[in-house]
């Protein structure tokens, strides 16, 4: 089994900047790709941003140049996010793919909230 623990998150004014951290634990698996999605009040969960094993990044449009994603080790991933905004407010969902014995699965973090006030 998989675990993931998401940390960081928080309540801040706009133009601020926040960190969320994940960290995975367990054992007799391989993380492939992590990432970050956040849900709204209301709204459908979107992606944020991705991390693959080479480090190649994947970005939604609305937080390309103020998020970074970046990964410390095979299983822990982080989430720079500068220059908030007020919709950017949403409970923020740490994920991973795991392969293990040639099967991927994809396991969720418990979520984070991120309030920011105009």
């Known amino acids: 089994q998989v675990q993931l623990v998401e940390s960081g998150g928080g309540l801040v004014q706009a133009g601020g900047s926040l960190r969320l951290s994940c960290a995975a634990s367990g054992s007799g698996f391989t993380i492939k790709t992590m990432g970050w999605y956040r849900q709204g009040t209301g709204m459908q969960r979107e992606l944020v941003a991705t991390?693959?094993?080479?480090?190649?990044t994947l970005y939604a449009d609305s937080v390309k140049d103020r998020f970074t994603i970046s990964r410390e080790n095979a299983g822990t991933v982080y989430l720079q996010m500068n220059s908030l905004k007020p919709e950017d407010t949403a409970v923020y969902y740490c994920?991973?793919?795991?392969?293990?014995?040639?099967?991927?699965?994809?396991?969720w973090g418990q979520g984070t909230q991120v309030t920011v006030s105009s």
């Open positions: 991390i693959q094993t080479g480090e190649s």
């Open positions: 994920n991973a793919d795991v392969q293990r014995a040639g099967y991927t699965f994809r396991y």
